[in-house]
């Protein structure tokens, strides 16, 4: 018995022994936090719960040419409050009168606050939210509140302020224009000119603000005022004109819904200085719907078909291996090279080169081509190369398509690849590489840089601005030059553009009309899908813009001709530029006097200015007139016919409604 209690006594010294040493080691352990590693401790615990943390700033304006804004930053705050701060006994005479203007301010009632503040201060929440994502007026409104008043110290106001970025035009032009998009990472990207002029431009100096942790993943500011102010970006004004550009993505999207395509795009450049006045992108969504869904005018590379017919034709006439009235004999719309037939829509016989061009005969192209080229390919293709068809655009936009031109020796070259490239297959390119092309011609030859940008400003200060870039000099001599710019006119006025062509207002240009996913032709023939396009520039006396259409496999029931497809498009945005939209230099520079068209332009103004809701008589009016006075009423116009107006499906002197529907019927 004695040796079990002595071996119990032992035991519990033994335990008693081992607490005093944890007990020691305990002690000599907060003497040692206290006096030797305080600091690091107490440190690391404020690194912890305290942190610097950054200030977004906000973003540039990105503005059009015209000064209208295009996207901004656009401050949002978040209103909460920290229900343990205030005092007791400024919390009982101060949340009453909260809770009745937060009433009247947001329509619940006065009872509602009361109760939710009631049980966030009785479990000490510190980050109770009020309002969220309120614009700057109604920040500096609930910030005058009873308690919010007093401040982050004395009543508990919590301020976040965070920027969101705005597009008062909506989606027309966003690809080009820019916006931030988020990845399923967090990672932010900026397509567009917000992300290609973000960096250096728009984006400013971030500010910094000290906050507390307070639990849950949540920061409070500690201060109301800021460290470090962030500092806004710089504005940047566009080329983008906001008339051209909605007549553009109007005109755009009317064609891609009648023939149910796929996707398509636009772009207006000013022929002098290469500056980009519109750009449209439109694809059609799983319901539908059409939106900017990629920048299709700058990434997509694809075969251009007859488009390219003008590249092919200038080479031959700069080589002088042809002349436009040289003869070529298209046979009877069918023609075999190198064991692959080559067809044309019908047969032309023997026929000019211009003709040819103008009729947009593939088999007189690719006679031209491989009867003066076959022997020495490389000579066709350096003439591409001088007019820098095989380089990209060097865009600032981020994603540009690779052109391809390929050359004897690539994968892709074989005794067809000169034909096929003479009439715009085997080769690809983006619209707007195209378009470029164009407009060298329309300027006389001096090929210009496609530009977005104008000027960099910050308030009133101009920090940069942007010219012309030359890319190539003069792509060819005056003489080629003319040729084509004749060639591009006769298309339109008697070529596969004829439909296009109206005596009051001159257009060049050329239609083109390529099959595409055609690798298995046997299923393609099943399901035939095209590109559809037209190029060129108006007017033809003075030219002021180049125009590109380009629409994606269109519906084969209603159509898929570049004629018909995009054509219409490429004329209703050059009749409507110059009717709803002033351009100075071009009336200044025609010096025409002409007493009949004064006297049709006071008629019209003086019946725009009588008629604002009773249908007038257009009857006799140019069709531009006629199209202004119908659309200023907010008529839908449908068009018959060219010229003028010879009757109208609604009376004069009846009351229209806006969006109704008025026919014209042209002679």
Known sequence: MAVNETNILNRLYFVAGC??????????????????????????????????????????????????????????????????????????????????????????????????????????????????????????????????????????????????????????AMRTIGYERTDENGDVSRPGLDGAFGEKYLKGKDGHRWKQKIGKGQWKPIRDNNEVEPQDGYDIYTTINTNIQDIAHHSLLEQLEKYDAEHGCVVVMEVKTGEIRAISNLGKSKSGKYYEKRNYAVWESHEPGSTFKLMAMMAALEDKVVDTSTIIDTKNGYKTFYGRGITDTRGYGKISAGKAFEKSSNIGLATIIDDNYSKSPNKFIDRLKQWKLHENLNLPIIGEGEPIIPKPGDDIWSRNALPSIAYGYNLQLT??????????????????????????????????????????KKIASNETIKKAQKLLENVVEHGTGSGMYSKYFSMAGKTGTARTDYSNFEEWKKDKKYVSSFAGYFPVENPKYSCIVVIHKPSTKVGYYGADVTGPVFKRIAQKIFTDTPIIDEIESLEVENASVENEFQKYYDTANTYLTIMPNVVGLPVMDAIALCENLGLKVRMNGNGVVKSQSIPKGQKVKNNQTIVLELS
């Open 431 to 472: 619209p707007l590489q195209t378009l470029t092309f164009y407009n060298a011609v329309a300027n006389d030859g001096e090929m210009l840089k496609p530009r977005f940008l104008r000027q960099v400003r910050e308030l009133d200060r101009e920090v940069e601005s942007f010219e012309k870039e030359v890319r190539v």
């Open 19 to 172: 607490m005093f040493i944890f007990g020691i080691a305990v002690v000599v352990k907060l003497l040692l936090i206290q006096y030797v590693d305080g600091d690091a401790y107490r440190e690391l615990a404020e690194k912890r719960t305290i942190e610097n943390k950054p200030i977004p700033a906000n973003r540039g304006n990105v503005y059009s040419v015209n000064g209208n804004l295009l996207a901004t930053s656009i401050p949002k705050y978040d209103i909460r409050i920290d229900t343990k701060t205030p005092k007791k006994k400024v919390w009982q005479e101060q949340i009453g009168p909260l809770c009745d203007s937060l009433s009247r301010y947001s329509g619940k009632s006065s009872s509602y606050y009361r109760e939710n503040l009631r049980k966030a201060r009785a479990k000490k929440n510190r980050y109770y939210l009020l309002a969220r994502d309120i614009g700057y007026s109604e920040y500096l409104r609930l910030r005058d509140f009873p308690l919010l008043k007093l401040g982050a110290y004395k009543g508990g106001l919590i301020v976040e302020q965070t920027t969101k970025r705005e597009h008062p035009m909506g989606e027309v």
